[in-house]
């Protein structure tokens, strides 16, 4: 059984961001880049399920974590590879910004076709472009049932056969307002996952250690096709909503400030 | 290919709120571009409230679309039922709320199409070669233009609270049903009913003062003190998403898209950047004060007091000010 894991590298959560001279993009130069965290969590999950096979018995599952990027994706894929994938595929482009949705899944699909995976997983949205849908429009492409925000998979056994890999999953999602859902399917299938469900794991030395016997293939990827269907003219910072009163002095100083408010205009003191 | 085409969501018998802004949405971009509205709703024995409730606004049609495989939603039951209705309709644009189910199946649907969604926009503007869809990028921390570039119809998702639904057109509007076909082969997955977890211990909603914190707290040992806080101010305790993921408060002390929507009196935010997921839940705060860190956080777009520092500092000389004056 094969589980492929798609992750993105994205800049770091507090990387301060700046707008490229010609307004259309970021300035890279300067970020740190790590792993995507809700893509952190579908491998969490992936892992969490091998071990759960293993235990039940069947050997050979195999985690293969895929991510397309420039070279600096190289790391995210090495630290999967430490948290206990056991190969890797690296799809190197070096114009993501230049590609929409649909050309970034068509690149997944290709090489996820290669490898006929059971199970396709990756986080529910990325934190830099928060798109939330490649996963869908890869499961689309692929046309393999899909489910997002995901927060358990637990395989279906065949009850008269135990032995036999199974073919069906059972997912529970997210609704709005604390409702969840069970979603029963074949395999294959793929898979958003919401954060939350499972507990992340840290790379041990060993799988560190490990990590640099195992493999990651690169591929190149095809060309970008142009024009995109839908475009990010322009970046920039939003403008304020509302007028905010920036509270400035000590710590002591700013706590008084704080009190009066609360007293004489939000009055809940 | 001409018009704007309103996918709406019912919840209870009713259009849900999102779907009333979404339709808000779709009446705007129509008069912009000085083309039809119209708008679908599916199900199955879709209830006349909902119809009555539709056809009573400024739209060219209401389509109607019944099928015994929509009673229950599958994102394979939606996709192909409006993949026959966006190619019947043939509309310009297709205009959907940004709910949790659009979310599943919206991206799919766009890509029979050979389209990509453009999810999350708050706000729709005149562009000079054809409207701009705003969206969010980096958790919050900018903005973007998006424009459709290819041929074939453009499907936008409109983030909660991004459209006033109190903006919506009154009329009145013929109502059509459409003819779709699904064979239950088509459908893929099988949903349970859904669920709650378990019995809500906290209320959140009815709580008038709210102190919320975020990832800024760092570390679970470092809870106390923000719920030191709300105790000197008899509020409850509430977190962004990535808390209660990592298990240090609970997931009904959540507030955002995927928790709770409240409106206190007064929303203090502790150490939370302000993604949209999360502003979405709280902005309806008459009163939000914020301290973080970064005097850039999106969290200060929506604070009336904000405070860029260090919450280890502010927040324990916050709680001891506020113990002495309630004496």
């Known amino acids: 059984m094969k589980i492929m894991v798609a992750v993105k590298q994205v800049p770091e959560r507090d990387a301060q961001i700046v707008v490229r001279a010609d307004g259309r993009w970021i300035d890279e130069s300067d970020l740190s880049y790590i792993v995507n965290e809700p893509d952190a969590y579908a491998l969490e999950e ?3 399920l091998k071990e759960a096979l293993h235990q039940a018995g069947h050997a050979g599952i195999e985690v293969i974590a895929v991510c397309a990027g420039p070279e600096r994706a190289a790391s995210t894929l090495r630290d999967a590879l430490a948290k206990g994938a056991d190969r890797a595929i690296h799809i190197r482009a070096d114009d993501l910004a230049e590609r929409d949705t649909l050309a970034l899944a068509g690149l997944l699909a290709d090489a996820v076709r290669a490898e006929s995976p059971d199970l396709i997983l990756t986080g529910l949205q990325s934190d830099d472009l928060g798109m939330g849908q490649t996963g869908v429009v890869l499961a689309e492409l692929l046309q393999i049932p899909h489910a997002t925000l995901v927060l358990r998979v637990r395989v279906l056994h065949d009850e008269a056969n135990p032995a036999v890999l199974p073919k069906r999953i059972e997912v529970k999602r997210e609704l709005e307002d604390g409702w969840f859902q069970q979603i029963e399917m074949p395999l294959p299938a793929l898979l958003t996952i919401q954060s939350g469900g499972n507990k992340l794991r840290y790379a041990t030395l060993m799988g560190i250690k490990k ?26 910072l939003p403008e304020k ?8 002095g000590t710590a002591a100083e700013i706590a008084a400030q704080i009190v009066d408010k609360l007293k004489f205009e939000v009055r809940v003191l | 290919m001409s018009g704007v085409l309103v996918v709406v969501e019912q919840r209870d018998g009713a259009v849900t709120r999102l779907s009333l802004e979404a339709l808000a949405a779709g009446q705007r971009l129509a008069k912009l571009l000085g083309i039809d509205c119209s708008a679908v709703a599916l199900g199955e024995g879709i209830a006349p409230v909902v119809l009555g409730e539709l056809s009573g606004n400024h ?21 192909h039922a409006l993949e026959q209705v966006v190619k019947h309709a043939a509309p310009a644009y297709v205009v959907f709320p940004h709910s949790y189910q659009v979310r599943d199946f919206a991206p799919a649907l766009a890509t029979r199409f050979g389209q990509v969604l453009i999810p999350d926009v708050i706000a729709i503007l005149e562009g000079p070669g054809g409207p701009i869809f705003v969206r969010q990028l980096f958790q919050g921390k900018l903005n973007a233009d998006y424009r459709k570039t290819g041929d074939g119809p453009c499907f936008v998702s409109v983030q909660a609270g991004s459209f006033r639904m109190e903006a919506l057109e009154a009329g009145t509007a013929p109502v059509e049903a459409v003819a779709i076909e699904l064979t239950p082969e088509q459908i893929r997955t099988t949903p349970s009913a859904p669920f709650r977890e378990t019995a809500q211990t906290v209320d959140l909603t009815s709580s008038p003062v709210i102190v919320s914190v975020g990832r800024g707290i760092r570390e679970q040992e470092n809870i106390p003190l923000v719920q030191e806080l709300a105790d000197a101010l008899g509020a409850e305790l509430a977190a962004s998403r990535p808390i209660c993921d990592a298990g240090w408060l609970p997931m009904e002390r959540q507030v955002g898209s995927s928790g709770e929507t409240v409106s206190p009196k007064l929303y203090l935010a502790v150490g939370i950047s302000g993604a949209i997921q999360h502003l979405v839940g709280m902005r309806g705060s008459k009163t939000v004060i914020a301290i973080n860190k970064d005097e850039n956080a999106p969290i200060f777009e929506v604070a009336d007091y904000g405070v860029a520092g260090d919450l280890f500092e502010i927040v324990p000389a916050l709680t001891k000010a506020i113990l002495a004056a309630k004496g």
């Open chain 1, 46 to 48: 992936a892992l969490q």
């Open chain 1, 211 to 236: 990590a640099k016997s195992k493999e990651t293939r690169i591929i190149a990827a095809a060309a970008a096709i142009v024009p995109t269907t839908i475009a990010p003219e322009r970046v920039y």
């Open chain 1, 241 to 248: 909503q509302k007028h905010t009163e920036m509270l400035k």
């Open chain 2, 59 to 79: 739209l060219a049609k209401v389509l109607a679309v019944e099928h015994p495989l929509l009673r229950q939603y599958t994102a394979d039951g939606l996709v």
